[in-house]
């Protein structure tokens, strides 16, 4: 039996297809066993705790965003070419004078140690170990100086500006003077968010959990970012902001400015009329408005609007390789990740961020040979086909 299982002839015999079918599905025991990133989000599941978990999962109202991040990529098809010589690949991309391994980024995630004891501090020394680049949330479980320390190198700092811009500036300053060198200003959520699934999982969960929650009041403006800022008064939307503060910001400060949460030409050229150094197509990871528009679907009017004068990156739906392949190839500088290297992080800490970072960057690598790209700069829509 065990030569026939080897042989083509033993998918044709009857129930070849169940036998196979049949296999455990057990969780992998480290890191380094896990073949995709889905190996690490059933760990990830099994370690986080339930609210934590609704947390990272959720996406708001009925998560038709959230679903149609990824969704999204499964209507491209790759244009695979051959007879390339691709024996050497370079995987680097420059940003603002930095040179990072891979276009692959680690996105702002808020409050890392919910998901992991060492959270951003794990997720940094992975960042340094595989020369990637890491943007912290405003709402981080560890302050800015800490990370860069870990990180050994500057990172990007994330910015909500709160209903008080003051403050806003106060916490860029901060990042500045910790030597992040660039800033994105998230502008997604003027409003609030319905986060469903995250209130839904909270109710089942009974534990308390002052480790990481305010007993009493925001748990946002507990955060060490917000050390020494009274934030009894605060709101972490920003309903009034306007254009006029990215040009405020800009004056501000000597980091680069990004802005986050663009999902239209209209405001991507805006943007950089009001002098950002770069936007971000992003739709907060499905949290924010509920569209039902993928960001993949957004970039090319983001990208045909910018005309090449300041970088785009975008992030939602990433889980392969194959999809940040698809990301470059409609026009973007790089590609985020969050999820995913959470699930790294929940399921074995700097060791899970570490292959998160590898399964991704060898599927991208893979994906590169297979249409013939040999550097970044040769990925291009002519690698892609989309569905009828």
């Known amino acids: 039996m065990r030569f026939l299982s080897a042989s083509p002839l033993y998918a044709g015999l009857p129930l070849a297809g169940a036998a196979l079918s049949q296999t455990p599905d057990a969780l992998v025991d480290k890191a380094g066993d896990a073949l995709d990133v889905f190996d690490l989000e059933k760990v990830a599941h099994r370690n986080i705790p339930p609210a934590h978990w609704g947390y990272l999962m959720t996406g708001v109202d009925a998560e038709e965003t959230l679903r149609a991040n990824h969704e999204a990529y499964g ?84 910015l909500y500006t709160s209903s008080d811009l003051d403050v806003a500036m106060k916490l860029v300053a901060r990042a500045e003077r910790a030597g992040c060198s660039a800033v994105a200003v998230t502008v997604d959520l003027p409003a609030g968010r319905n986060t469903e699934t995250a209130m839904r999982l909270a109710r089942t969960d009974t534990r308390q959990c002052t480790a990481c929650h305010a007993a009493t009041g925001s748990q946002f403006f507990t955060r060490p970012m917000y050390q020494g800022i009274d934030g009894s008064r605060l709101s972490n939307t920003s309903p009034a902001l306007t254009w006029d503060f990215i040009r405020r910001l800009r004056d501000h400060t000597k980091m680069k400015v990004l802005v986050k949460g663009l999902e239209t030409g209209e405001d991507a050229a805006l943007a950089v009329k009001y002098g950002a150094d770069g936007v971000m197509v992003s739709n907060h990871g499905g949290r924010a408005t509920e569209t039902g528009r993928a960001t993949l679907e957004c970039l090319p009017e983001v990208v045909a609007a910018v005309r090449g004068r300041v970088p785009v990156l975008v992030d939602g739906g990433v889980r392969r390789g194959t999809d940040a392949l698809k990301a470059l190839a409609l ?13 790294g992080l929940g399921a074995f800490g700097q060791p899970g961020v570490e292959r998160t970072l590898d399964l991704l960057n060898n599927e991208l690598r893979l994906a590169m040979a297979g249409v013939g790209a040999r550097s970044v700069r040769e990925i291009t829509p002519a690698a892609l086909i989309r569905k009828a």
């Open 331 to 343: 026009g973007a500088t790089a590609v985020g990740i969050g999820r995913p290297y959470i699930w």
């Open 75 to 158: 209507r491209y098809q790759l244009r695979t070419r051959r007879l390339v010589d691709v024996s050497k690949l370079d995987m680097g991309i420059d940003l603002f004078g930095t040179r990072y391994a891979s276009p692959i980024f680690l996105c702002p995630v808020g409050g890392q140690r919910s998901f992991q004891a060492e959270g951003e501090l794990a997720v940094a020394r992975a960042a340094k170990g595989r020369n990637t680049l890491q943007v912290l949330s405003t709402v981080s479980s560890t302050g800015v100086e800490d990370v860069i320390k870990a990180r050994e190198a500057p990172i990007w700092y994330q």
